[in-house]
Each structure stands twice: as structure tokens, then as C-alpha cells.
């Protein structure tokens, strides 16, 4: 396959950036854009004139020409276009949160399977050049035994609706955990929930994950924070990381703490990523490699649906 053609559902915040990239991307053509909106459309700058503008979703499932799909809508309506684009052949790549509820996850990775197209979810953190150095760290022994983990992932609106702000925040850092340590091996989960809007959803939620033989998690997560914060600090026996803009590794154990107060010597710092691609360029180039090959993308089905069942049991338990 020379190229892949794609289109793109929906053109909010996301669906923006995948129009933008793959208006120049090599062996992935844009060959339609779909929204609701046709002032939107008309807004959208320097596209080619081959590429169709449409408010027709199903104008494009039916459209043979199309191979794949990226579905950038809101949350609510992730499941039904991914199982209508399955159905019609395309591939598809869907922005997070995968689905709005566990239901329609488990109903999704069923036509998934069923379907023998390549399925990938958009947890663009999984393609970040510092999370994948924190990863490598981890498994090199850096850390010593990863005792805990901290994230806090806050924003000063917008709101979102259908969903609240853990499972349309804190997918994120739920997909680093399974990434890091595999959710499978989750075994308590604690959580609790502010609805300070009074909109049916959580506002603020602090969540507890306790992994078997593995760290504690905390996720502290609100889009009604008074300012826009994310971080996520791992501690380790032998050290410590943190990530929030690039990831800083601390090769300083807990105890040299005891004696000393104030920043690490700077032969205990090191900064392992000089120059970090574009998360949403090595997520394209990924989901375009496995429909080449046909192989599970790194952040298929499966994974999508462990994140699901985390998020869940989260809500479930707050």
C-alpha cells in the first residue's frame, strides 16, 4: 500500500492538529474532513481542493477511496462512529477516552475483533519521547523497585459534557500506568468526587491505585482548578522522576535526604531526552506502520479497554 487515505471526524481542539499534520504527511493522504459545522469548514485554512469538506459522516464510511478514519468528536458519540467506520472497512484511530462508559467498550472490542482492521486509540502520552525514556529507566533499574507514583492533571475549564473530568482527564495518566506497570496487575482502587458544578459528573476527583507487588498511584485530576497544571512523579528506592513539560530522572536514594535540604547535586540530574518529537507525529507514523503490516498498534484494543475498565472501576468506587 503507496498511501493510506484518511479522514477526519470532527475538527474541534484535536481534530485540528490531525487536519494540520496530515496535510503534509508522508504515506498518509487527508482526504476528507467531516464536521457538523459548515462555518467551520469553510474556516479550515490551506487545504488542497482535493480534499472533500462534508457534513455527511456516512457519505464517507461508504466512500471506498477512504482506508481510515481519525474520529475526533466529542466522547459520547467515540463508540457509534468507531463500530459504523469498522463496519465499513476503514480503520480506525479514535481520540481518548475510547468510549463514554464500559458498556460500550466492551461492545467495541467485539466489532474490533471481529472486523480485522487495524484499531488504535489516540493516547498521544504513549508516544512521547520522555514517557518511553521514563519507561526504559524503569526497566534499566534507575528507580530501584518503584514504591509510588503521583499525578495531578488540572484545568481551568472547559467542561465537558457526558463525561466527567477523571475519565476525560485522567485517561491520560490511567494509560501511562498501563504502559509503566500493566493494569492487569491492579488490586485496590479508592477514589473521591466533588460535583462542584452541580452537572451530574464529577468536577474532582482524587483517585488511590494500588498495584500487586507494585507502586501506589495517586491521580488528582478537576478542569475546575484555578489554573492549567499536569505532572507525574515517580519514586522509586534508588530515585526518583518527574515529568510535566520534560522528564527529569533523580538517581539521589531517599536517604541521602536525611542529612541534606535543598536540590539534588547536579551529578544525581539527568534530562535523558535533548530534542522530543511531536507525540501526534510518532502516533501517525505508528497507526500508519501497523496498517502496512497489519499489526496491533501499541495502543489497541486491548490496551483501550484495560484503560476503560480502570476508569470504571474508579467511578464505581468514588
Avoid at 54 to 68: K, L, P
Avoid at 273 to 290: G, N, Y
Wanted: with cysteine; charged share 20%.
Amino acid at each position: 500500500m503507496e498511501r493510506v487515505r484518511c479522514a477526519v471526524i470532527g475538527v474541534g481542539h484535536f481534530g485540528r492538529h490531525y487536519v494540520r499534520l496530515l496535510s503534509d504527511f508522508h504515506g498518509l493522504e487527508l482526504a476528507a474532513v467531516v464536521s457538523r459545522s459548515a462555518e467551520t469548514l469553510a474556516e479550515l485554512p490551506n487545504l488542497p481542493v482535493s480534499v472533500q469538506r462534508t457534513a455527511n459522516v456516512g457519505a464517507v464510511f461508504s466512500d471506498s477511496a477512504i482506508d481510515a478514519v481519525i474520529i475526533a468528536t466529542p466522547t459520547p458519540t467515540h463508540a457509534a462512529f468507531a463500530a459504523a467506520a469498522l463496519q465499513a472497512g476503514k480503520h480506525v484511530l479514535v481520540e481518548k477516552p475510547m468510549t463514554a462508559n464500559l458498556r460500550e467498550a466492551e461492545e467495541l472490542a467485539e466489532a474490533v475483533r471481529v472486523s480485522g482492521r487495524v484499531f488504535m486509540v489516540g493516547h498521544q502520552y504513549l508516544y512521547n519521547d520522555h514517557i518511553k525514556a521514563l519507561k526504559e529507566a524503569i526497566k534499566a533499574g534507575e528507580l530501584g523497585r518503584v514504591r509510588a507514583v503521583f499525578a495531578e492533571h488540572f484545568y481551568h475549564g472547559p467542561i465537558r459534557q457526558g463525561v466527567g473530568c477523571f475519565w476525560e482527564t485522567a485517561v491520560h495518566e490511567t494509560a501511562i500506568l498501563d504502559y509503566l506497570f500493566g493494569l492487569d496487575a491492579v488490586t485496590d482502587v479508592a477514589a473521591r468526587s466533588f460535583d462542584l458544578t452541580s452537572n451530574g459528573f464529577d468536577d474532582w476527583t482524587t483517585a488511590t491505585i494500588s498495584f500487586a507487588d507494585g507502586p501506589t498511584a495517586t491521580i488528582i485530576t478537576s478542569w475546575y482548578a484555578p489554573e492549567k497544571a499536569r505532572r507525574l512523579i515517580v519514586v522509586g528506592e534508588a530515585g526518583s522522576a518527574s515529568f510535566a513539560e520534560e522528564l527529569t530522572i533523580f538517581t539521589e536514594p531517599p536517604g541521602a535526604l536525611r542529612d541534606r535540604y535543598g536540590p539534588a547535586p547536579a551529578e544525581c540530574v539527568r534530562r535523558p531526552v535533548e530534542a522530543a518529537r511531536e507525540p501526534l507525529v510518532s502516533q501517525l507514523e505508528h497507526f500508519l506502520t501497523c496498517i502496512r503490516i497489519g499489526a496491533e498498534p501499541r495502543t489497541g484494543i486491548e490496551h483501550g479497554l484495560r484503560v476503560i475498565q480502570l476508569l470504571d472501576r474508579v467511578e464505581r468506587a468514588r
